[in-house]
T-cell receptor, first 115, second 115 residues
Framework: ETGVTQTPRHLVMGMTNKKSLKCEQH?????MYWYKQSAKKPLELMFV???????ENNSVPSRFSPECPNSSHLFLHLHTLQPEDSALYLC??????????????FGPGTRLTVL | AQSVAQPEDQVNVAEGNPLTVKCTYS??????LFWYVQYPNRGLQFLLK??????LVKGSYGFEAEFNKSQTSFHLKKPSALVSDSALYFC?????????????FGQGTTLQVKP
């Protein structure tokens, strides 16, 4: 798990707060992903970045705003969230998006609770 | 629709016995298939993948999976279970979204290995 790190590990925020989740990968990969994991539901892909360009946005509400300043860092900015946004947010990275090199490696996640 | 199914919410097995965690898929074209494991309060860890070649794929921690094209299955197996194998297991299939590959995950199967 040291290949992909996420901070903070736990976050509690009110609905009017603004916070950011950070992900850093130390694997030299070119692609990064945000997923949402809720109880009893399959993982939901939120965003995909390749070489700092967003290539996938899975109809995610605008209160979630991603940022990828370089290929090693990925942020998820949070603003006016709802209680149903409480979940484990997972970051992942892969070498590239090509089918033979896009095995994804995950970070430990940020457990988000929205009050 | 392209999908992956894990028909069992939970699998219980005694330590030392063989284990099988089932996965079936529905995808157009040749499937790329993956297994991940998630321990409590941790991110997903890559176990193994099938792209092409030998139908029996060997992965981390003594796990293996058998690709069966006629049954559209990719069951995870281990000859002798350990208590430390107790975790949540996810099967995933890679699908194309535009020019980008993305993973569709099953809902997960909790493996409980009892001493």
């Amino acid at each position: 798990e040291t290949g992909v790190t996420q901070t903070p590990r736990h976050l509690v925020m009110g609905m009017t707060n603004k916070k950011s989740l950070k992900c850093e990968q130390h694997l030299g990969h070119n692609a990064m992903y945000w997923y949402k994991q809720s109880a009893k539901k399959p993982l939901e892909l939120m965003f995909v970045y390749s070489l700092e360009e967003r290539v996938e946005n899975n109809s995610v509400p605008s209160r979630f705003s991603p940022e990828c300043p370089n290929s090693s860092h990925l942020f998820l900015h949070l603003h006016t969230l709802q209680p149903e946004d409480s979940a484990l947010y997972l970051c992942a990275s892969s070498q590239d998006l090509d089918g033979t090199t896009d095995t994804q490696y995950f970070g430990p996640g940020t457990r988000l609770t929205v009050l | 629709a392209q999908s992956v199914a894990q028909p069992e919410d939970q699998v219980n097995v005694a330590e030392g016995n063989p284990l099988t965690v089932k996965c079936t898929y529905s995808v157009s074209g040749n499937p790329y298939l993956f297994w991940y494991v998630q321990y409590p309060n941790r991110g997903l860890q890559f176990l193994l993948k099938y792209i092409t070649g030998d139908n029996l794929v060997k992965g981390s921690y003594g796990f293996e999976a058998e690709f069966n094209k006629s049954q559209t299955s990719f069951h995870l197996k281990k000859p002798s279970a350990l208590v430390s194998d107790s975790a949540l297991y996810f099967c995933a299939v890679r699908v194309l979204s535009g020019n980008t590959g993305k993973l569709i995950f099953g809902q997960g199967t909790t493996l409980q290995v009892k001493p």
